[in-house]
């Protein structure tokens, strides 16, 4: 059983255009966190949401926590060939004491210039 | 080092043999992550510690698969009696706290090793 669904699980869109990824699931977590990974490459941590309803904003980028922490959305504005990536939701289960970090099946962006 | 250091980066083993995976997490990281990643996925949890405990080993597939963490630092992913299906690419990753729940806690991976089994 996936506890951290993302969708879409690929994504192909032409430079200049935005898009959203979502991230969801029926377990509350006490964090979630997104990163972007590059082939051949470890998973890099864009932003952490703690809050629920929490909205995070990283230039282009825009993060959500949604208001029972069940999900989250991360939203590109005007995406670049920069920004081609495996984009993966992460979530801390249970209380913060417990440190186990859960990742979803990932979004595979390419960007077309 | 900097970062996480996984070795060795490749890894090609008979089937049948034992394998053992190093992971040397950043000086003075307290959490350790042991995760397998097929390409294009996201990375599947295996176990993790906090210092030398192991705190969750329930993402481990069976009992050949077994990790230690002795005194706190680097970690041995152990793989025995390999058979085709294990192979993938493991990664580890540290963390400075122990509650990656934490605000600013992020985890730090490694290139990770490619598991070949053959």
């Known amino acids: 059983t996936q506890l951290l669904e993302q969708s879409p699980q690929f994504l192909s869109i032409q430079e200049g255009e935005n898009l959203t990824v979502y991230c969801n699931s029926s377990?509350?977590?006490?964090?979630l966190q997104w990163y972007r990974q590059e082939p051949g490459e470890g998973p890099v941590l864009l932003v952490t949401?703690?809050?629920?309803?929490e909205v995070k904003k990283l230039k282009r980028l825009t993060f959500q926590f949604g208001d029972a922490r069940k999900d989250s959305s991360l939203h590109i504005t005007a995406a670049q060939p920069g920004d081609t990536g495996l984009y993966l939701c992460?979530?801390?289960?249970?209380?913060?004491?417990?440190?186990?970090?859960?990742f979803g099946q990932g979004t595979t962006l390419q960007v077309k210039p | 080092g900097a970062g996480v250091s996984q070795s060795p980066r490749y890894k090609v083993t008979k089937r049948g043999q034992d394998v053992a995976l190093r992971c040397d997490p950043i000086?003075?990281?307290?959490?350790l992550y042991w995760y397998r990643q097929a390409l294009g996925q996201g990375p599947e949890f295996l176990t993790y510690?906090?210092?030398?405990?192991?705190?969750?080993k329930s993402g481990l597939p069976n009992d050949r698969f077994s990790a230690e963490r002795p005194e706190g630092s680097i970690s041995t992913l152990t793989i025995q009696r390999t058979e085709q299906r294990d192979s993938a690419m493991y990664r580890c990753?540290?963390?400075?706290?122990?509650?990656?729940?934490?605000?600013?806690?992020?985890?730090?991976f490694g290139q990770g090793t490619r598991l070949t089994v053959v």
């Open positions: 990753a540290s963390s400075p706290l122990d509650s990656i729940g934490s605000m600013n806690t992020e985890a730090f």
């Open positions: 377990s509350v977590f006490s964090s």
């Open positions: 949401v703690v809050t629920g309803g």
């Open positions: 992460a979530g801390a289960q249970g209380s913060s004491n417990t440190g186990k970090l859960i």
């Open positions: 000086s003075g990281h307290v959490s």
């Open positions: 510690f906090n210092y030398e405990a192991q705190q969750d």
